[in-house]
């Protein structure tokens, strides 16, 4: 794999990958202590309407992805804090309608030629110089907001009740995750895809969860394992000729499953 780093497309593929794995790392954390994967879900999927519309429109396809993302994941934020109890059947109706809007945009769209594909498995290898500083200064930005409201989140993601007896602004912390959330979906959509975001951003933390004793080490051993899984992906996609999206999941899927075995082994105390 050494030799196709002389390429621009490879070097720009391995920046990508280690982003999107700092943005995995942090973010699902968040997401899996919150057990927040099926909403992390609907906005994958509901971002593809905003790929529909940013074609159809002739929009950047960034930005207008995440215009439209950040305005589903606030409809849902606000669905799950109102009605909980429906907040699954309202998370798959827009999830399902977003999907559908997309598509229905790409059929309009003139002279239509879109490489769907791309889309729903990733195009790590064709991230352009101006997406790697756009997901540099996400990167950057949900660090700094993790920085700055840890404590915050700490106490949300251990009690809610309790945060909010504290005097935590919970709703407003809420939506900002949610927001963050929704923009960190687009970014690792670039590199895996929107069908397969939602595995990068629990597959590593949940196997973190277990060796870590506080939020913080969970989200650096999360970001670690993140960029060992992609950099082992793209090696197979490279060496094998493979789709990289899915072999970066199908990576993390076999880190997940030694997880478990190791697991369960310790309980038995073979190991």
Not at 34 to 51: K, P, V
Not at 200 to 219: D, N, Q, R, V
Not at 245 to 258: D, E, K, N, Q, R
Not at 260 to 270: D, F, G, T, Y
Request: with cysteine; net charge neutral; proline share 2%.
């Amino acid at each position: 794999m050494f030799e196709a780093l002389q390429f621009e497309f490879m070097q720009n593929a391995l920046i990508a990958g280690v982003l999107a794995s700092v943005i995995c790392g942090t973010m699902g954390t968040l997401v899996v202590v919150n057990r927040m994967a099926f909403l992390s879900g609907g906005i994958a999927h509901a971002a593809f309407g905003g790929i529909g519309l940013a074609f159809f429109f002739g929009w950047p396809f960034m930005f207008g992805t995440i215009g439209f993302s950040l305005l589903v994941a606030m409809v849902m934020a606000a669905v799950t804090l109102k009605a909980k109890h429906r907040s699954d059947t309202i998370i798959g109706v827009l999830w399902a309608v977003g999907m559908a809007l997309g598509i229905i945009f790409l059929d309009l769209t003139p002279g239509y030629n879109i490489d769907l594909m791309s889309y729903l498995f990733g195009s790590i290898l064709a991230v352009p110089d101006s997406d790697l500083w756009l997901m540099f200064g996400v990167g950057v930005l949900i660090i700094g907001t993790g920085t700055y409201f840890y404590n915050d989140y700490l106490a949300i993601s251990y009690d809610e009740e309790f945060a909010q007896i504290r005097g935590v602004r919970v709703k407003f912390l809420y939506f900002l995750l949610i927001g963050l959330l929704a923009v960190a979906i687009v970014m690792i959509i670039q590199v895996v895809g929107l069908i397969l975001v939602i595995a990068l951003l629990t597959i590593p933390p949940f196997i973190a969860e277990k060796y870590s004793k506080s939020l913080f080490k969970m989200m650096l051993y999360s970001s670690v394992l993140s960029i060992i899984f992609t950099l082992m992906g793209l090696w197979l996609s490279y060496a094998f000729n493979l789709t990289s999206g899915a072999s970066i999941i199908l990576v993390a899927g076999a880190g997940f499953s030694i997880a478990l075995a190791l697991e369960r082994l310790i309980a038995r105390r073979w190991i």
